[in-house]
């Protein structure tokens, strides 16, 4: 079974700041299948980022997903107060599997 | 606009079974683009997935939870449901149903979740 490891586990950034978020798969996977969510306290996860790198619909265009193989990356290019927030990358290859989550709190 | 709301009992005593449902509004269940899934997430842990359905009712299990869950699919209610037997403390989660697209295999939409805890 493939793992997604993700990093840092928490990320402790100032609004305004640009944010870097890393998900490394244990095998090579395929970037149509990486997604990447966001989840604040108390809700359900909210998909970001599906093929690694398109944005589903509404998310603003400060988030951006890239990568390829084993590593993928979530970049929020200025965070807004809105963005703090725990967030997940899940990959489907046999069957899905999530990533530990980065959190990313107030500075 | 999609909506999927879960239901079911909020407390479940050890070594009995667990029964979630999810109501899916908006949309139909019997679309041939989507699986129907579930997903849990223990008290300030990460997300894990328990299994999914397609409408015609094939299914697909997380493996280390396969002996004892079943998922099944109603298409005349657009409703598909949970069944996790022999529960522990350890199956104390938010419990979350979800549509995943067939084409990205991702989980489009979720429902709010339901707090499942089990204990005598």
């Known amino acids: 079974e493939i793992v997604l490891t993700q990093s840092p586990g928490t990320l402790s950034l100032s609004p305004g700041e640009r944010a870097t978020l890393s998900c490394r798969a244990s095998?090579?996977?395929?970037?149509?299948?990486l997604a990447w969510y966001q989840q604040k306290p108390g809700q359900a996860p909210r998909l970001l980022i599906s093929?690694?790198?398109s944005r589903a619909t509404g998310i603003p265009d400060r988030f951006s997903g890239s990568g390829s193989g084993t590593d993928f990356t979530l970049t929020i290019s200025r965070l807004e107060p809105e963005d703090f927030a725990v967030y997940y990358c899940q990959q489907y290859g046999s069957s899905p599997v999530f990533g530990g989550g980065t959190k990313v709190e107030i500075k | 606009q999609l909506q999927l709301q879960e239901s079911g009992p909020g407390l479940v005593k050890p070594s009995e079974t667990l029964s979630l449902t999810c109501t899916v509004s908006g949309g139909s269940i019997s679309s041939s683009s989507y699986y129907w899934g579930w997903i849990r997430q223990p008290p300030g842990k990460g997300l894990e997935w328990i299994g999914s359905?397609?409408?015609?009712?094939?299914?697909y299990y997380n493996p280390s939870l396969k002996s004892r869950v079943t998922i099944s699919v109603d298409t005349s209610k657009n409703q598909f449901s949970l069944k996790l037997s022999s529960v522990t403390a350890t199956d104390t989660a938010v419990y979350y149903c979800a549509r995943i697209a067939v084409a990205g295999r991702n989980f489009q939409h979720w429902g709010q979740g339901t707090l499942v805890t089990v204990s005598s």
């Open positions: 095998q090579g996977v395929s970037s149509s299948y």
């Open positions: 359905i397609y409408y015609s009712g094939s299914t």
């Open positions: 093929g690694a790198s």
